[in-house]
Structure formats: C-alpha cells, structure tokens
C-alpha cells in the first residue's frame, strides 16, 4: 500500500502535522477483550442492579418488563450497525420502521405528524418551546411547578442562553386553570404542562390548553406516553405539540440513557418540527418505498438556517419502542396502563393508612403518586434501603420544603408481595428509627 | 421486495404479549381515573403476534446495509467496525438495570466508569475537564458554544459572531444559529485549507470562537492551526474543534495542544458505539481548566467516600439533558478504550490514515481529486469529468449499490463540485479495499461507455430511486386506519 501510494513510511503521510505537535498518548496499555470485560464486569458488580428488587423509583424512568422479542430485534446488527438513512435505497428497512414509528405516535398523541426521535423528553421540551417561540414571534415560554426538574433545569438552561425569558408558575400537587390563565400574557409564547406531572397527578390539561389558546400561545403536552393508552391524548385535549419519554417501551433503565425523546404536533406545524422526518413515496417502478424528507428543514441542507442542530437522533431506542408498542398493541397497552394503575391505586390505599402517612393531595393519577411522609423523605429512602427496597423520588431534591414528600411509582414488576412489604417496612418507621438510621448510615448520601 | 407496513398485518384481538394477572383488586379504570380524563378510543396500535412481529422486523433488518454486512465508506461518518464485546458490557445487568436516580452509594461501578471515561478523553484530546452529558455531535456543539458564551459572559463581554469554514459540518452553523449567535462563513484557500488571510480580516471583538474540524472536512490537517488559534485569541475568542474527525491523530496529536479551548468527540464515529440507524450516539465536550467551572452539571468528582455527581458548579451552564448522558453509549465507548489503550489506538489512527491514502492513489488517476494530499483519514475525490459524460456523483454513488457497496458521502463539502468523500476507516483490509477500488474503476469506464447503465443505477437494491420530490411535495408522514384514511 505504502508503495501505491510512494511514500516509504506510514509516519510520512503524518508529515503535515507540525514536529512539535507531534504527542505521545497518555493512556493505559492495550488489553485483551477477556481482561477488557473482566475489567468492566468488575465495574459494573459494584453496582445495584434494580433487577428483581423491590423497588419504586420511578419521576422519568420506569422499570418495565421487556419482552424477550424486543431486543431479539434491537439486537439484529442490520439494525444497529447501519448508518442514518441517508441512502434510502439501502436503508428501506430503518425508513420502514420510521415511518411505522411516527404513525404510533401520532395515534397515541392523537397528533397529525411525530418526527424520527429526538434525544430524551428534557431536550424535547427545548425544542418544542422553539417551534412555540419561532411560531409565535413571542420570547416567554411559561412552565409549571410539576414539570419533572429534568426536563425544568435543561429547558432553564436553553432559554437563559439563548435569551428567552421563563416564566415559572408554582404549583402544588396539581393546578388550577383560572390561576395559570391569569400567570399568562400576551409575552408567553409557549405552555408547557406535564401530565401526569412530577407530582403523578393527572393535570386538567383541556382547560390549560384553552388558556393557552385564549393568550395566543401554543400549549405543549408533556407526558408518560404510556400513560396516553389510557388517558386522553394530547390532540384531543387542545395540545399544539406533544413531548415525552419512549423509555417506558422496551428500553431499559440504564442509568439514564439513551433514552426516546418523542415529539409530535398538529399538521400546521409539521415544517417546524425539528430532526429527521421519514415519508412515504414511490420507486420509479412504483413501488411503495421510504425517504428521509422535508429536509429543507434540517441542518445538513440549510446550516444556519434549519429548525434545529439535530443530526444524530434516537434512532435505536425508536426501533425498541416500535417493536414494543407492536407486540402490546391495541389491546395490551391500555391493559398494561391499567395493570400499573392498579397496582399504584392499591399501593396509595395502603400507604394512606399508615400512621403518620398520607396521600399529598387527592388528585387523581395512573401509576405514580405523592405522599406526605413523617420524617424527611431521604431518611425514609435511607430506612428502606438498608431493609434492601429502593424507594421513591425524595421531592426535597428539587424544593426542600418539600423534603417530607416522597414520589413513588409502580409498574407490572411491583409484586402484591413487594407492595405489602413496602407497607409494613414504613408502618415499622418511628421517627427514632429513622434518625438512627441516618447517624449510623453516613458518608456518601 | 416490499414489506407491509404492520398495521396492514395482524387481526383484530391479536396480540404479542402477555401480561401478569392482576394480583392485587382489579380495579375498574373509571373507578381509579374520572372519565374526563380517560381516552375515548383505544389508539389504533397494530395487532399482531410475537411471530409476526418477528418475522416483520427481520425482513425489514434485511433491506438495511449496515457495517457488518459489508464495506460503509461514508466521509465524515467514520463507519468502522463496531466489536462485539461493546455490546455485551453495555448489557450486564449491573449497567443495565440501574435507575439514575438511585442513591449514588449504589451505583459506585457506573459513577467510576464515568469519571475513568472522563479522564480517558481528556488525555485523549489534551483537555483538562469533560462532560459527558451530551447525546450526540451537534448536542456537544450546542453545549460547548453555550459554555464559551456563559464564558465571554462572565468577563462582561458579548460577542455575537460565531466563524466556521465554508467546508464544515452542517451541524457548526447550525448550532451556532441556536445558540443565537451571527454565523461569519471563512472561506478555504487553494490548498483546501482555511484561507488564513480571510480569517484575520474577519476577527473582531465581536468574535466569540471559531469553529474548526482539524483535520478538516476535505481530509486534510490544518497545518496553520496554531497560527488561527493565535489570530482568534488576539481577538479575543474561542477556539471550537469539532471531533468528528479525530480518528485520523490518535496517538499523533491533541486538539488541546493545537490551541483549542473547547472540543466534542463523537463517540459514535471515532470510539466505536454503533450508529443504530441513526443514533444515539454520544458527544462529551472537554474544556481547558479556565473552562471547567462553566460546564453542566452533574459532573462525576472523586471523593474521599467515593464518586459523587457533583452539582456545585458555581458558574454552572445549567444541564443539557436529562440525567447524565447517554450512559449505555459511555460503557461502550469505555470498553473500546480499554481494550485498544494507547498502541491501539494510536494504531487506528494510522491504518485509518494509510487507507484513505491508499484509495486516493489507486483512484486519482480517474477522478479528480482537487487539492493536494497527503490526506489524513478520508479523500474527498471530484466526479465532475464523469458528470461531463452523463454520470454524476448521486449516480456514481447509487451505483456502487450493485457492486455491493455503501455510497460514499456525496455533495458534501459543499466547497467541491460533485463531491464524493470517502472515508474507509483503520477497520477495513487491503482486500475490501482493493475490491471497492476496482468497482470505482469500472463504474468510471461506464460512465465514459455507458453512463444509462450508472444513472439507472442501483439495479439490485430493494428499490429503485425514489421519488423524493414526490414525498416532500405531497408528504405521507403516517399510517391511517381505513376509515380516517377514505373519510
């Protein structure tokens, strides 16, 4: 090869990088893939891993079942080691499934048009309050006190650097239409609510989007998508554009990624959405076939002037989504919705009677709820961890008035058995016990 | 060959799954939720079974071309082989099934995975501090130009002008767009690099950074990058480097050491997580120490205890995405690391070099290449004599379909006529090579003898071209059920 090319070294085709930029590497020599994996299973056996224990943790990640046929799909490497679908001839099979996400989608939003994926629902938030603020003209997008403090800090951050201003309407447990309409002007271009919210408590999201609707602003529906097999979706509660996390189907909690960032909206704003969009077309034999399209809006064609930055997506995670919203189908999503409803209703009923305990707030909710807890929130976690359950989310890490509430969720895993023991676990948590239990747990929280 | 959609498959009642009886009540819905929540209809999800769902996807998986069925030659894109052992660290169930909100106590493997990881990079690329919050390339950008104006900020200074080359990725100005800064484009001089005299006319105290790929889209290494790096500090700026195309020095040079304040790395392309049809991937940016204190937090700190996610970051720009990045790509991309260490990596770099090199040579006498090499991990040849008999570069690449190859990246840059960027990675043999060099040749004498036979092109794939025009003029986005789609 070195004499094609008529050099007499390979250090000589590095001969335009300056001699004293030339460097050494300073990194640890090479291993063979038996010490690499027994160095990483080291790793990850320092770890606790969630699978078969009780646990409740949920506020944006859930412990699902997956079923054995999804990553059975997610696995096949024609799948995972091709590249975007930019030759489309030779990527039918990653347009095909885009194309069938994006029609999930839309139905479980009961939205017009959902786009290939994007990171995770908090970069969903930012760029739904783009679409919002490009369509408006306006510079404020208005949020709540129940939007999951994720998705809140990153959309915090956009806004701050790019200009926007936010404005943040508190909340407590769930809202009041009439007291958010009055928050809002002719500045918001953009509402966004989560539903059900950090709090788990399902939002009167048909009265915010109306006013949304009455200040001139989009309304942005933020929710568990799994949670839309039951309730009434985005679209025909008024919402301009949908966002969520996909995590819930069929993608494993893996320490916070690669999540699904899902974004839908009405046909009105299909050129607005950022990131890759699949359609359908023909061959010139007329055969139905899938095409990357309307990418006038997209950075790889108009640079400065695309709706967003996004390239590389989720594409991936959307496949595990596609394959799980098509093995639960029509039928078994709602029932699995319903399932972790139950399980959460049951588990609110016990925990309610619990001396000491109570339910934050009578609104309703699907699988997650809020309970006011007798000590510190992160001092019950502590009790219940050294009795070997993970709890709930301690809301005092987002608002320490509120570090007597605790968050927690429950899915198909959560056992009768699991709940029952959560139970009598916090009905043997006096005070005293807890604080001991803080002393003798100390360092790292 | 086409497939249905899988909403055409299936029977109504039919499903893939099963679901555990309820053991505790069974409560009915409306009893839990008040009707005025609930949906009215059930989404119009397909029903099919488990075999169908099988079967469909993998017939679907067959119409894809992907790095292990065959040679991926897209520039920029750094399509290498992906090791299998990546994927079997990615799936122990110590990473995961662990929830990122867990105590930190419990999750002492993945916090030191993530801070080895960001030591890793920084001696990698010569920075002194790295996130690994961001999702991808173009999210690294956003994070690092906020990171540099939060910077400019803090020093009671707003510049608005963010320069890229008229060469770069379509991300730079893109994400210099959101982050509301003006784009100021550089022009590239003869020899495909930036042209440096522009570049000092440009610079002013409205500079906030420039961008710049090194080595540069083109293949080629920016031998003045010192010299732009003095001329953008004088002024005042940043300098950015976009790490699409680190592959190419590993082991040979730094970007921290070329003068760059700020760098992303792709750890999709250059450390081997799998591009999955289009993601996720993973883009940590690094910053110099002067840096540091602007990054998102958390970010991963040794402490006496153990590994804490820090959020005290006083100057903090805040978190760019939920949680802590993209996790599962970062065991990946550790793992990768790990087993290649400093010989291997620094030997990627050079194979990687060698071959792109190498098809240059064999093929340059046929296609034009329009500025001079050596190259670094990728050519950028011209198909602008073939246009001229009837084939051009979208040809040429749908025609590389039938020889059983993936296109090269064409048109892009946008600085070359007819471009075709092909970047054939360290993971290919002289072999493969030697065969994608022979079906180049041929498709050249088609193009001379019988270009009908290259702008036909592809014969054998799936499908023929696509109408596109048709798709963007009367979009079909979705499916819809019988009755929406007649009413």
Known sequence: MLRAIGVPSVEDLFANIPEHLRGTLPIPDALSEMETLQLVQALAAENLNLAGRPAFLGAGAYRHYIPAAVPAITGRSEFYTAYTPYQPELSQGTLQVIYEYQSMIAELTGLDVANASLYDAATGVTEACTIAINATGRSTIATVGGLNPQYARVLRTYLHQEGFNLLEIPEEWVLD?????????????????????????????????????????????????????????????????????????????????PYLGIIAARAGLARQLPGRICGATVDGEGRRGYVLTLQAREQHIRREKATSNICTNHQLMALAATVYLSLLGKQGLPELATLCAQKAH???????????????????????????????????????????????????????????????????????????????????????????????????? | MTEPLIFELGAPGRKGYTLPAPDVPAEPLEEMIPARYLRRTPANLPEVSEPDVIRHFTHLSQMNYSIDSGFYPLGSCTMKYNPKVNEVAASLPGFRDIHPLQPESTVQGALRLMYELQELLGAIAGMDAFTLQPAAGAHGELTGLFIIQAYLRSKGEHRDEVIAPNSSHGTNPASAAMARAKLVTVGTDARGRVDIEELRRLVSDRTAALMLTNPNTLGLFEEDVEE???????????????????????????????????????????????????????????????????????????????????????????????????????????????EMGRQGLTQVSEDAVLAANYLRARLQDLYEAPFPGPNMHEVVLSARRQKA???????????????????????????????????????????????????????????????????????????????????????????????????
């Not at chain 1, 001991?436 to 929280?445: I, K, R």
């Not at chain 2, 006496?304 to 820090?310: E, K, N, P, T, W």
């Not at chain 2, 570069?393 to 007819?418: N, Q, S, W």
Request: with cysteine.
């Open chain 1, 177 to 257: 239409p009439e007291q958010v309409a009055a928050a809002l002007d002719e500045s918001v271009a953009g509402l966004v609510v989560q539903s059900p919210n950090l709090f788990g408590s399902i939002e009167p999201m048909a009265d915010l989007a109306a006013a949304a609707h009455d200040a001139g602003a989009l309304f942005i529906a933020v929710s568990n998508p799994l949670s839309l097999a039951i309730l009434a979706p985005p679209g025909d509660v008024g919402a301009d554009v949908a966002v969520g996390c996909g995590q819930p189907f069929g993608i494993p909690l893996q320490y916070g990624g």
């Open chain 1, 346 to 445: 049951y588990a609110a009923r016990r925990i309610a009677a619990i001396p000491g305990f109570a339910l934050a707030s009578d609104a309703p909710f699907v699988n997650e709820f809020t309970v006011r807890t007798p000590v510190p929130a992160a001092e019950v976690n502590r009790y219940l961890l050294r009795r070997e359950i993970i709890g709930g989310f301690d809301l005092g890490r987002v608002d320490p008035a509120l570090q007597n509430y605790l968050v927690l969720a429950f899915t198909e895993l959560n056992t009768r058995q699991q709940i029952d023991d959560l139970v009598s676990t916090l009905e043997s948590l006096q005070p005293e016990v807890a604080v001991e239990a803080l002393q003798s747990a100390g360092g790292v929280a």
């Open chain 2, 228 to 338: 732009m790096a003095r001329i953008v500090h004088e002024a005042g700026g940043l300098m950015y480097y976009d790490g699409a195309n680190l592959n190419a020095i590993m082991g040979k040079a730094r970007p921290g050491d070329m003068g760059f304040d700020v760098v992303h790395l792709n750890l999709h392309k250059t450390f081997t997580t799998p591009h999955g049809g289009g993601g996720p991937g993973a883009g940590p940016v690094g910053v110099k120490e002067f840096l540091r204190p602007f990054l998102p937090v958390p970010i991963v700190e040794r402490a006496d205890a153990g590994y804490i996610l820090q959020e005290d970051l006083p100057q903090t720009i805040g978190k760019v995405r939920s949680f802590y990045g993209n996790f599962a790509m970062l065991v990946r991309a550790y793992t990768y690391i790990r």
């Open chain 2, 389 to 487: 008999q009837g084939a051009r570069a979208l040809d040429i690449a749908k025609r590389l379909m039938d020889y059983g190859f993936h296109a090269p990246t064409i048109y892009f840059p946008l600085t070359v006529e007819e471009a075709l960027m092909i970047e054939p990675t360290e993971t290919e043999n002289k072999g493969t090579l030697d065969a994608f060099i022979e079906a180049m040749r041929a498709i050249a004498g088609e193009a001379a003898e019988n270009p009908e036979i290259v702008r036909g092109a592809p014969h054998d794939a799936p499908v023929s071209r696509l109408d596109e025009a048709r798709a963007a003029r009367q979009p079909d986005l979705r499916w819809r059920p019988a009755e929406e789609a007649s009413a």
